[in-house]
């Protein structure tokens, strides 16, 4: 720099006009330069002085230092992989194994530093990093899919026991990642995972039972703290101290970011789980956990286990208890029905909610981006019209299955797009493509549609029209019957649309900035004028994926 | 030919053409942003890119021309894993092109693809890093990084047990 403050100039490189060619003038002569010299600045350094003048700069500061002048460069060059590693290492990380990432931590200290950061930060990047933590990955059927390869994990009380003996409190942080699992089995004779059978610790006394939360304690005492990411499957002997056990645990943690919360217990301890709900709510009155500030991931699932009915009330009785009311970003419940708390910068849900509680969430989340969703309609008549404006009606049809209506007057209009699509056979998937006139009421039936509808989903989650990135709906709690009506998917900022049955691209017309849709698969997808089309129809879609049983074809925006 | 003038943060300046250009997503963004706000479209887009050094552009540009004719990777494929990628896209040209650099070299590669959004050099680049890595000991990481270990007392030790508490669950 000059006595302004300005980088030396350069002068400007001869250019060749001939665009395949690049050429460089300076390069060559910059190239055969041993030793430093001092740029050209006013007033003039010795090359000491520009060499002390640098001695402290660091990181984004030394990466504008060497992009200034050539001079600098080369003063600086010595430093370049110790200072640039840490800048890369994020994009090198997914093409690290686990092993030789940790093994980074053991070149020197200042390495250990940098790489615990990026670590910290991204824990899920390794290449051998199946989890994501950023959000659980579901199966189809919504169940979380337990992984947590990046932490270190405890099962058993002798993990507990040897890492409290083996590992000094005085050294900082132990946790590469700050990542931890938990695995706590209470449950005598459990037997829920077959490839834990070997390892699974069990408590079959009172004393063991004793020896075993002492165990647990004393490890989050003394290195809770460090713990940012934590995964907790909890396997409950007695529902009792379920609420006692789960907050001291989280007292220990004060730092935690994002919390996995997995439950499960005997079905035959909860005999009246009204009387568990009641204990669990006036539990959290009368012990109200401090908030986990930091926190800004939250997943609670009962994976595998038939009780969690029994958890409903229990699972947003945590949400209110324990997550930041401004912090918390990602929500998921995905075995619960949520019933909407004011969290005012969510911005991921997947969750169960009913239907009529979607203007609720809207007000207690406003800037939800993306929402992966299971509608719950409740028994009973509701008219959707009462509050949506809509022209469905809910009709409940006497047993647990819902029917929704459409209004008489509802315009019956379909298929405008794809005039052939009504001559297309489940069976024969080449007689798509002629243009022969069509009967609506005719193609592709589903003999189990008839009577229901899934215009009134669309239509109920068209009140985050103003923030929805991406949609996922979970489950389909409705047989298709799209073509009595021309409801019209109204998300314009959605880019990503997940749903398990299919639709005729006249409902998707409005979707302008979708990039991302994945579908069921169905006759439509047979007809290639279709799938020609809706990348014609939809500008900005860049991927179709669809599903057929285990099947999944990708269709690409053409070149 | 439609040119586009890039000039590096040391104030080299590169003619290529605006197809060449395109490869790269950030200069594509600039000149399609430079065409939406010029009255002129004739007139020649300039773009300074003010945290690459001319070496290192001249790198990125060379790189870009010999691939000019694949197909552009978007810069979000195989996010979780992209090794594939990087094994696929590494012709014998791409092996000669990168033999001579040194590492502090490919560092600042890594973070010039990055920018420029040139997913294939990122990923050639990064692979180049991983091979010093993957399946060394510690001490020939330290000798290829030109590193040497600063621990005190048992810390290497204790880090290397916490290693294994990780590694072992």
Redesign the interface.
């Known amino acids: 720099m000059d006595a302004t403050g300005s980088?030396p100039?350069?002068?400007?490189?001869s250019?060749?006009?001939d665009?395949?060619k690049?050429t460089?003038s300076?390069?060559a002569a910059?190239k055969n330069s041993t030793s430093f010299k001092s740029p050209i600045t006013s007033p003039m350094l010795v090359p000491e002085l520009w060499d002390l003048i640098f001695r402290n700069v660091v990181t984004d500061d030394y990466?504008?230092v060497?992009?200034?002048?050539?001079e600098w460069?080369q003063l600086l060059?010595s430093r370049?992989?110790?200072e640039?590693?840490p800048?890369?290492l994020p994009?090198?990380m997914?093409?690290?194994?686990?092993?030789?990432f940790?093994?980074?931590?053991?070149?020197?200290?200042?390495?250990?530093r940098k790489c615990e950061i990026i670590y910290e930060n991204h824990p899920a990047r390794l290449?051998t990093a199946t989890s994501d933590l950023r959000f659980p990955k579901l199966s189809s059927s919504g169940r979380m899919s337990p992984s947590f390869d990046d932490?270190?994990?405890?099962?058993g009380v002798e993990?507990f026991q040897r890492?409290n003996s083996?590992?000094?409190n005085d050294?900082g942080n132990?946790?590469?990642?700050r990542c931890v699992?938990l695995l706590i089995k209470e449950l005598e004779g459990h037997n829920s995972d077959d490839n834990d059978s070997e390892e699974e610790e069990e408590v079959r006394n009172p004393q063991i039972e004793l020896d075993y939360w002492n165990a647990i304690n004393q490890l989050l005492l003394q290195f809770g703290e460090h713990i940012w990411y934590l995964q907790l499957d909890y396997l409950f002997r007695d529902v009792s101290f379920v609420e006692t056990r789960l907050r001291n645990m989280l007292l220990q943690v004060p730092n935690l970011k994002r919390l996995r919360l997995s439950f499960g217990g005997p079905e035959v301890d909860f005999d009246d789980s009204d009387e568990f709900n009641l204990r669990s709510v006036e539990f959290f009155k009368q012990n109200p956990p401090p908030k986990l500030e930091n926190l800004e991931v939250f997943s609670c699932t009962n994976p595998n286990f038939p009780v969690y009915d029994e958890f409903q009330d229990f699972s947003n009785q945590l949400v209110k208890s324990y997550c930041p009311t401004d912090n918390l970003k990602r929500l998921n419940l995905p075995d619960m029905s949520y019933k909407p708390t004011p969290l005012p910068n969510l911005l991921e849900l997947r969750t169960m909610i009913n239907y009529l509680e979607l203007p609720a969430l809207k007000e207690a989340s406003p800037k939800l981006e993306s929402f992966g969703v299971s509608l719950q309609f409740e028994d009973g008549v509701v008219d959707a019209n009462e509050y949506q404006g809509n022209r469905w009606r809910i009709l409940n049809d006497g047993d647990d299955d819902i029917i929704i209506e459409d209004d008489d007057s509802v315009d019956n209009n379909i298929g405008v797009v794809f005039p052939h699509w009504n001559d297309c056979d489940d069976d024969d998937e080449h007689n798509c493509n002629d243009d022969s006139d069509t009967d609506n009421d005719k193609d592709y039936d589903d003999s189990d549609s008839g009577d229901k509808n899934i215009g009134v989903v669309f239509t109920g989650l068209h009140i985050f029209a103003d923030t929805l990135k991406e949609l996922d709906l979970l489950s389909d709690p409705w047989t298709l019957n799209w073509r009595k009506n021309n409801f019209k998917v109204v998300l314009p900022k959605l880019e990503k649309l997940c749903i398990p049955y299919s639709l005729p691209i006249n409902h998707l017309l409005e979707l302008k900035s979708l990039k991302y849709l994945k579908m069921d698969e169905s006759p439509i997808f047979r007809d290639k004028t279709y799938c020609s089309n809706i990348f014609e129809q939809l500008p900005k879609l860049e991927k179709v994926v669809h599903t057929y049983g285990k099947e999944r074809r990708v269709l690409t925006r053409p070149v | 030919m439609a040119l586009v003038r890039v000039i590096s943060s040391d104030g080299a300046a590169f003619l290529v053409s605006q197809r060449l250009a395109k490869r790269s997503g950030k200069l594509k963004t600039e000149i399609e942003t430079f065409r939406k706000s010029s009255d002129n479209s004739e007139a020649q887009p300039e773009i300074r890119i003010v945290t690459i050094r001319a070496e290192i552009l001249r790198l990125v540009l060379q790189w870009l021309q010999q691939h000019q004719n694949d197909p552009v990777l978007p810069a979000n494929q195989n996010e979780q894993d992209g090794r594939g990628d990087a094994e696929m896209g590494q012709s014998q040209w791409d092996r000669d092109f990168l033999a001579p650099m040194d590492l502090g070299i490919v560092m600042e590669l890594i973070l010039a693809a990055n920018h420029l959004e040139v997913k294939g050099l990122l990923d050639i680049t990064c692979k180049l890093v991983e091979s010093k890595i993957t399946g060394r000991t510690v001490d020939e990481i330290r000798t290829a990084f030109k590193l040497k270990s600063d621990f005190k007392g048992n810390e290497e030790e204790q880090t290397r047990l916490e290693n294994r508490w990780c590694v072992e669950n």
Request: glycine letters at 2%; one cysteine or more; charged letters at 25%.
């Open positions: 980088p100039q350069k002068k400007l490189k250019v060749d006009n665009a395949t690049i460089t300076e390069d910059m990466l504008r060497i992009n200034s002048c050539p460069n060059n370049k992989i110790t640039l590693f800048m890369a994009f090198i997914k093409f690290l194994p686990k092993n030789d940790l093994n980074l931590r053991l070149v020197s200290r200042d390495w250990k290449a932490g270190v994990k405890f099962q993990s890492f083996e590992v000094r050294c132990p946790f590469p990642g699992w």
